[in-house]
């Protein structure tokens, strides 16, 4: 392999891990604020975060 070749293939794989990095503290930021809410506000917030998709408002049929 030539030097060029190594250096694209090395450079794709820690984007790779970066990325996964930048994921895996997103989640554990997320779940670490869910911890200390009750039932009642998960399930808040869950149905507000979930207005947002076309399927929510059952005219999924109508989107396609």
Excluded: F, H, W
């Amino acid at each position: 392999m030539q030097i060029t070749s190594l250096t694209v293939v090395y450079g794709g794989m820690a984007l790779v891990l970066l990325r996964l990095a930048y994921l895996t503290v997103t989640n554990l930021s997320a779940t670490r604020r869910m911890l200390p809410m009750s039932d009642r506000d998960k399930d808040a917030e869950i149905l507000a975060c979930g207005t947002n998709s076309p399927s929510s408002n059952g005219n999924s049929e109508k989107n396609r």
